[in-house]
Structure formats: C-alpha cells, structure tokens
C-alpha cells in the first residue's frame, strides 16, 4: 500500500514538473480601456481580459483563447517584488506594434491581481489552458 502512495505521489509531482516546463516567459502589463476591441467590438467580455501582442494574436486566430498569467518578478528595479500571484484572462484584443510594450496588455483589473500596479510591467510566465 505505501508504495502505491509514493507512486501517485511521485506521479502528481512529475505531471506539476510538466506543467510547469509548459510555460512561456514573457512580461505583461496593463491598460484601462476595453472597449472597442480588436475580437469583440463594443460587446462586453467582462475585466479579466487581455490583449495580445502580435506574436501571440496570429491575426485574430488569438481572439477568445484562455491564458493562465503568473507573475515571476520585476522588470525593473522601481517595485523590487510586485507578484501577487496567478490570473487567467481572456484574449478580446489586440496590442499592435510597435506601441506594444509586453507579450500581454492585461486588463487593470487581472494586473492588480497578479502584481503591484506601481510595477507598471512585470515578468510573467503563461499558458494556454
């Protein structure tokens, strides 16, 4: 019986191990105004969205995929540890070139809960779920 335990156990730890391998490092940050969007217009896709940037829109193709986004650090040295923790949001639009200043524009609202706004741009890993 207990080396049934171990093996799930040791199994649950090498499928974590996975997942995480899985993510993409990137840096998001994060903007105010929703509305019109690239995918959606003037329809309301609710605060925890995003915008992508053209790596990740793939001309549209991007547009209502889901994305886990988890703060990993600073980008700079003005707010030393700004994570707070992990997010998942919408792609509704897009963060063109080359205004864009991050893999993802975050809603405000997915930014504060995932880091210090102050930071204004972090480090981030993420994942399509």
């Known amino acids: 019986m207990a080396i049934k ?43 925890m969205i995003a915008a992508a940037s053209d790596a990740l829109y793939e001309n549209g193709a991007a547009c209502g995929r889901m994305y886990k986004v988890r703060c990993t650090g600073p980008t700079n040295a003005g707010v030393p ?27 405000q609202e997915a930014f504060n809960i995932i880091a210090d706004p102050a930071a204004g741009k972090i480090n981030i890993d993420y994942t399509q779920v």
């Open 5 to 47: 335990i171990h093996a799930f156990v040791f199994l649950g730890l090498v499928l974590s191990l996975i997942s995480v391998a899985s993510a993409i490092s990137g840096t998001a940050t994060y903007y105010t105004v929703y509305t019109p969007s690239a995918c959606y217009g003037y329809q309301d896709q609710g605060v």
């Open 81 to 107: 540890q700004p994570c707070r923790g992990e997010v998942t949001v919408k792609i509704v639009d897009r963060c063109p070139s080359p205004g864009c200043q991050s893999t993802i524009d975050l809603s």
